[in-house]
């Protein structure tokens, strides 16, 4: 009987311990118009994970060809920002980037805690002064890369830690 037991336990353990995955690393990056390759996907994933372990700031890229259901870019940010869940309970530091090459848009949609620092003004500037600029020349990952960048290294400033 008990070595029945045990040869259960040796077949179902394993199956068991398959479905708790020890996999810890989040995922940031969703490109669902298929706009980076794996080695970019993996370094703006890398950029956005050490950004949060340094600040507990959750950065997040989305990149679409449609913003359906909703009509605007700025909905469709707003919808997905709240889908997705970013940023901590209670501080709101989520940054979600949208970028639709499709569509010709971006925008940077920031929690309640967040746009107290980043505030629309800086974001706007971003956008038009690091990232279309890299766009324009069809340099995809480079803008986002750059806007990416600059973000992170805008909210790692002490002055603009967000509470």
Same mark, same amino acid.
């Given at each position: 009987?008990?070595?029945?037991l045990?040869?259960a ?25 298929k706009?980076l390759d794996?080695?970019?996907f ?6 956005y %994970? *050490?950004?949060?372990? &340094?600040?507990?700031n959750? &950065?997040? &890229?989305?990149?679409t060809?449609? $913003?359906?259901p909703?009509?605007?870019?700025e909905?469709?940010?707003?919808? *997905? $920002?709240?889908?997705?869940? &970013?940023?901590?309970? /209670?501080?709101?530091?989520? %940054?979600?980037i ?18 107290r620092v980043?505030? /629309?003004s800086?974001?706007? @500037? ?7 600029p890299?766009? *324009? @020349?069809v340099?995809y990952?480079?803008g986002l890369w750059d806007?990416s960048?600059?973000?992170t *290294?805008?909210?790692e400033?002490?002055e603009?830690t967000?509470?």
């Open positions: 009987m008990k070595s029945k045990f040869i336990l040796l077949i179902v353990l394993p199956v068991v311990m398959s479905c708790h995955s020890t996999k810890t690393q989040k995922e940031f990056v969703f490109d669902k118009a706009v794996s080695m970019q993996q370094k703006l994933n890398d950029l %994970i *050490r950004h949060e372990k &340094l600040t507990t959750e &950065l997040a &890229l989305l990149t060809n449609s $913003f359906a909703v009509n605007t870019i909905e469709y940010a707003h919808e *997905r $920002f709240n889908t997705l869940g &970013l940023g901590k309970k /209670d501080i709101d530091n989520g %940054i979600l949208v970028f639709s090459p499709e569509m010709r848009q971006v925008r940077i949609a920031t929690g309640y805690g967040t746009e980043l505030t /629309d800086i974001a706007k @500037r971003i956008i038009d002064s690091v990232m279309i890299q766009f *324009r @020349r340099n990952f480079e806007g960048l600059a973000i *290294r805008f909210l400033k002490p603009n967000i509470k």
